[in-house]
């Protein structure tokens, strides 16, 4: 319903119809544009991306000094989500929007829209350890690689590239690595592997099992690493 009298108030920001009927019960009608000095702006915040399970946080703000009312609507059914504001939840993956809508005591709304994204992270694996001898140099091999991807791997040290999927390392010690995936929505996924240096057995030529407490027992170094080594005395 209108306003019937020749002074109307409380009309809202923006296009109002006026219409004017004359004796002979002829109309006219025109579009009258209100610039208020205040009104009512509801801000539900930028639409956003959120990584496997998260949490969802609507955080919504209203402008305007008359707003009496601001709520959360699931859209587009518009049922009423909730009255606050701001609040958190969470949901599973999926696409979800929800509808702001801001009034002011005069009757006068406005209805925004935020879509929020739950989308999984990246999965990834790293590959299989390896076990380098000597002056070898390690070639890892993940597995799920794609080329959107950003990679990082971490500690950065001994490898060929740690910014690559596949780097190699030169490393002369035991490494773990943990390889670290971002995809185009930001979610990062890892996964971890090591490079195993091995250490050379070493060995004296010789002993004197005299007992004269130098160089009584023939010690094989590293050797405990070789489990099926085979040592052949002649």
């Given at each position: 319903?209108?306003?019937?009298?020749?002074?109307?108030?409380?009309?809202?920001?923006?296009?109002?119809?006026?219409?004017?009927?004359?004796?002979?019960?002829?109309?006219?009608?025109?579009?009258?544009?209100?610039?208020?000095?205040?009104?009512?702006?509801?801000?539900?915040?930028?639409?956003?991306?959120?990584?496997?399970?998260?949490?969802?946080?609507?955080?919504?703000?209203?402008?305007?000094?008359?707003?009496?009312?601001?709520?959360?609507?699931?859209?587009?059914?518009?049922?009423?989500?909730?009255?606050?504001?701001?609040?958190?939840?969470?949901?599973?993956?999926?696409?979800?929007?929800?509808?702001?809508?801001?009034?002011?005591?005069?009757?006068?709304?406005?209805?925004?829209?935020?879509?929020?994204?739950?989308?999984?992270?990246?999965?990834?694996?790293?590959?299989?350890?390896?076990?380098?001898?000597?002056?070898?140099?390690?070639?890892?091999?993940?597995?799920?690689?794609?080329?959107?991807?950003?990679?990082?791997?971490?500690?950065?040290?001994?490898?060929?590239?740690?910014?690559?999927?596949?780097?190699?390392?030169?490393?002369?010690?035991?490494?773990?690595?943990?390889?670290?995936?971002?995809?185009?929505?930001g979610c990062i996924g890892s996964d971890s592997m090591k490079v195993i240096y091995q250490e050379p057995i070493t060995f004296p030529t010789g002993f004197t099992p005299n007992g004269d407490g130098t160089n009584d027992v023939w010690n094989?170094?590293?050797?405990?690493?070789?489990?099926?080594?085979?040592?052949?005395?002649?």
């Amino acid at each position: 319903g209108g306003q019937s009298s020749n002074i109307v108030t409380g009309l809202c920001f923006g296009p109002n119809l006026v219409t004017i009927t004359d004796a002979n019960n002829c109309e006219f009608v025109d579009t009258v544009f209100i610039a208020a000095q205040d009104t009512v702006v509801a801000l539900p915040g930028a639409d956003s991306v959120i990584c496997d399970y998260g949490n969802i946080v609507l955080k919504g703000t209203t402008l305007g000094t008359g707003v009496v009312d601001a709520d959360w609507y699931t859209y587009p059914s518009f049922n009423l989500f909730t009255t606050s504001l701001d609040t958190t939840f969470e949901r599973s993956l999926g696409m979800y929007q929800f509808a702001l809508i801001a009034t002011n005591g005069l009757g006068c709304n406005d209805t925004a829209i935020k879509t929020i994204q739950v989308t999984p992270s990246p999965i990834i694996d790293a590959g299989i350890n390896i076990r380098i001898f000597d002056d070898e140099i390690a070639q890892i091999d993940i597995q799920g690689e794609n080329s959107t991807y950003k990679y990082l791997w971490v500690p950065g040290i001994n490898l060929s590239d740690s910014t690559i999927a596949n780097p190699t390392s030169d490393t002369r010690e035991t490494i773990t690595y943990t390889l670290y995936v971002t995809d185009t929505n930001g979610c990062i996924g890892s996964d971890s592997m090591k490079v195993i240096y091995q250490e050379p057995i070493t060995f004296p030529t010789g002993f004197t099992p005299n007992g004269d407490g130098t160089n009584d027992v023939w010690n094989l170094y590293f050797i405990a690493d070789f489990p099926n080594t085979t040592v052949t005395i002649f």
